[in-house]
């Protein structure tokens, strides 16, 4: 069991990250891709304070040297599942799952809000991992909502499974080989069912299916973790960095404004400290 | 009148002016020295986010140089009160005053404990500004508390309005050159008197007085500004940096635990985009 899982590549992750190793704590740090793809966008940051005029893919390579130099690297994998065992974290990551005494929230706000019914039939016919749950729809009719030209390996493999496929590319320049993948260009609005899961819907029709697999890296935190206070879309915390769930904290953009860079290291900071007293206190 | 007035040069005013610059507010912005001595004598700081390995001298270069390449350089003075003046600020430094829309207090944690009546006596005989209050006890007896070397200019002048000037330097190599100076080489412990200050008060004995000069870079929180709302030396703030008091926030060591460089930076940074949000509220 780890002490801290830390979750996201951006200011808040990397800086919690190193604080984590500094703290002399065990840690896991998850994140769906190695930097953020927010700071390497920026044009040109003029208010992380000791860099004058740097370009977002500076930062974001300067951040990366700086935790690699202490020998801190992130794991690839998209966490789809936080929960509470009772003093202790289970977080499930590309079918591989960990156990920490904390988590370190640091999902920046580029989360699209889930569509309706997408939280309600979650579990029920609705996953957010294709590794964990695609052989349980093996020979049976599934549709892939994919955000990301990334998860089209697991577009193939859910394809492999299932007789039917129904994919709905959410990005430009889909490339999908499976031979059973029926495409469809329309943007579900909404999930329908009854107790489980049993209708995609796009503007103009729908799709059966037994089991949606939603592929995107950005889960909303209300999702992710059940229970988790969030209001407006940001992750409720104190000023110790602390959610309502003892043992879970959140840092930057997905506590609130403003969206700044140095607003998010600063609190990735504070919450490994907070996570690192809160293990001392532990017993 | 400004619209924004910060003090301090640490972390947290660095980070606070460079974006008032940036939100195209006028500022003053007013420090006891032009940088952080406490950032300049870190040995070495490991966790700034982006610039591993850091030395505190160089933290504080390159701090200052970001924001000189923006045109941003600090006042130096030292605030000696801030008044509330029902929706604006006045802000008193080294005898000048300044107006203020907002006040962004970011002054670490280096203030010592006032001593037993500092509080009590100030404006009643006790006072932080040679230059405010020196005229005042002209052909009188006073008392020089001095905390640092770079205000022996300051006892100086007292002395030579002074009829008896007692003076204790309460720090190494002391030079003070006014003939009629009498050093005492005591710690003063309390501050005595009735409805003025009467006595220093040290190990061993007392200096009687009619005027006291307290001079320091640091002083509380609670002293600097009637009413604010401070916990065990701290400044209680919101998660958006706001004090007690509309239009005066606080970020940095100044605000609580923990005492990391990038924690104040980013405090400054919410500061600075707070203050800008109750300007433009306020109609």
Request: proline share 4%.
């Amino acid at each position: 069991m780890y002490d801290m899982a830390i979750i996201g590549a951006g200011p808040a992750g990397v800086s919690a990250a190193i604080n984590a190793k500094l703290l002399n704590k065990s840690y896991i740090w998850l994140a769906s891709r190695p930097t953020s793809k927010k700071v390497e966008r920026a044009e040109l940051i003029k208010n992380y304070p000791g860099l004058p005029d740097i370009t977002g893919e500076q930062l974001a390579f300067v951040f990366r040297h700086h935790a690699e130099s202490m020998g801190v690297e992130p794991s690839v994998g998209v966490v789809t599942g936080i929960y509470d065992l009772d003093g202790k974290f289970a977080l499930l990551a590309d079918g591989r799952d960990y156990e920490a005494k904390t988590v370190i929230l640091c999902l920046g706000v580029e989360a699209a809000k889930p569509l309706e019914g997408e939280e309600q039939f979650l579990g029920r016919g609705i996953s957010y991992c294709a590794t964990c749950d695609g052989m349980l729809y093996k020979g049976k009719k599934i549709a892939v909502v994919c955000h990301d030209k990334r998860y089209e390996h697991e577009i193939e493999y859910l394809c492999s499974l299932a007789a039917e496929c129904y994919v709905f590319p959410m990005y430009q320049n889909y490339d999908i080989k499976a031979q059973n993948a029926k495409i469809i260009l329309k943007n579900p609005v909404k999930y329908e069912g009854d107790m489980r899961v049993r209708r995609v819907v796009y503007k103009g029709g729908f799709t059966e299916a037994d089991g949606v697999f939603i592929l995107k890296s950005a889960i909303s935190p209300a999702t992710l973790v059940h229970g988790l206070n969030v209001e407006g879309g940001h992750i409720v915390v104190d000023r110790n960095c602390a959610t309502n769930i003892a043992g879970i904290f959140a840092a930057g953009d997905c506590t609130g404004r403003p969206y700044q860079y140095v607003k998010a290291a600063g609190e990735g900071n504070v919450a490994a400290h907070s996570a690192a007293e809160y293990i001392a206190n532990l017993k």
